[in-house]
């Protein structure tokens, strides 16, 4: 949830969205490797800062996110090129004007998980300055990274007996059951989506950042009110949040382990579009699936 967003006429768009976006879409690239375990990194979420390490090894990583807070966070992972910091970054953020800054490079990390809950991801990290931020919005719709929600920290390079080919572009050398393209705007699963324990590899093969989010509706709801309860979050929430993966550039991967009982999900990318600004649910990238 990188940002919410919803403009007039969003919720009537939505709702004449296909409510099973695993049928008839063409099958993402299947990954066939051998199986590597990556290091397991724990996150706690609070309101408003994490705990985390100050330095995780390069090479596959899992970053296991918990929240302990009241609110909604996720675990965004960027790393920074040609020295920046964080400070810059923050700097960055405070600009409204222009695209992001290009050594500002995004690599994915953990949806929110319900409060209580726990939710992954499984990135490929390269050495150098990295930086995780929550930039969902408070009630005061002041981003949480704005209250001081972020955390530096280093990859250090990983010893050579060990490591699992920290250069390479995509996360090869993980098992995935299942697959899913993000694109210019949707979500195209390798195959339907099945009850029970899976891993999903993630792959952004558009051409603009994109992201996913990943909720179990309640019963008798759907993703047009899912949004409209996103903006404010005040009331009973109409969703359970599994998790998914924050912003991946154009080319980059993830994966991520969940399980799904048989009901109605929702999908959702809330990046603004670099044509027109606009979240690109509104272009179409939020579906609703059954899982059965």
């Known amino acids: 949830m990188i940002r919410r967003f919803l403009p007039g006429g969003a919720v009537a768009l939505l709702a004449a969205l296909p409510l099973n976006a695993q049928q008839g879409t063409p099958a993402a690239h299947r990954h066939a490797s051998a199986a590597a375990k990556p290091v397991e990194v724990s996150i706690v979420a609070r309101d408003y800062a994490f705990t985390a390490p100050d330095t995780v090894p390069a090479g596959l990583v899992t970053f296991?996110?918990?929240?302990?807070?009241?609110?909604?966070?996720?675990?965004?992972?960027?790393?920074?090129?040609?020295?920046?910091?964080l400070a810059d970054l923050r700097q960055a953020m405070g600009s409204t004007h222009g695209p992001p800054p290009a050594w500002m490079v995004n690599?994915?990390?953990?949806?929110?998980?319900?409060?209580?809950?726990?939710?992954?991801?499984?990135?490929?990290?390269?050495?150098?300055?990295?930086?995780?931020?929550?930039?969902?919005?408070?009630?005061?719709?002041?981003?949480?990274?704005?209250k001081g929600m972020s955390k530096a920290f280093t990859v250090t390079p990983a010893r050579a007996e060990t490591a699992p080919a920290a250069t390479a572009p995509r996360v090869e050398a993980m098992r995935a059951d299942n697959a899913v393209r993000l694109v210019e705007y949707g979500f195209e699963f390798e195959r339907p989506l099945t009850a029970g324990r899976h891993t999903l590899r993630i792959r952004n093969e558009g051409d603009e950042l994109h992201e996913l989010v990943l909720f179990r509706l309640k019963p008798g709801t759907n993703v047009a009110q899912a949004l409209v309860w996103m903006e404010k979050m005040q009331g009973p929430p109409p969703?359970?949040?599994?998790?998914?993966?924050?912003?991946?550039?154009?080319?980059?991967?993830?994966?991520?382990?969940?399980?799904?009982?048989?009901?109605?999900?929702?999908?959702?990318?809330?990046?603004?579009?670099?044509?027109d600004g606009k979240p690109h649910f509104v272009h179409g990238m939020a579906t609703q699936i059954s899982v059965k």
């Open 64 to 85: 296991r996110l918990r929240n302990e807070g009241k609110e909604l966070h996720h675990f965004w992972v960027v790393r920074l090129d040609q020295g920046r910091t």
């Open 107 to 146: 690599v994915g990390g953990p949806q929110p998980p319900a409060p209580g809950g726990e939710s992954n991801a499984t990135l490929l990290l390269t050495p150098g300055n990295y930086a995780a931020l929550c930039v969902i919005p408070a009630a005061d719709g002041k981003m949480h990274v704005m």
């Open 239 to 275: 969703l359970t949040m599994v998790g998914g993966i924050t912003g991946l550039d154009r080319g980059r991967d993830a994966v991520i382990q969940a399980d799904f009982t048989p009901g109605e999900y929702g999908l959702v990318c809330f990046v603004p579009d670099d044509e």
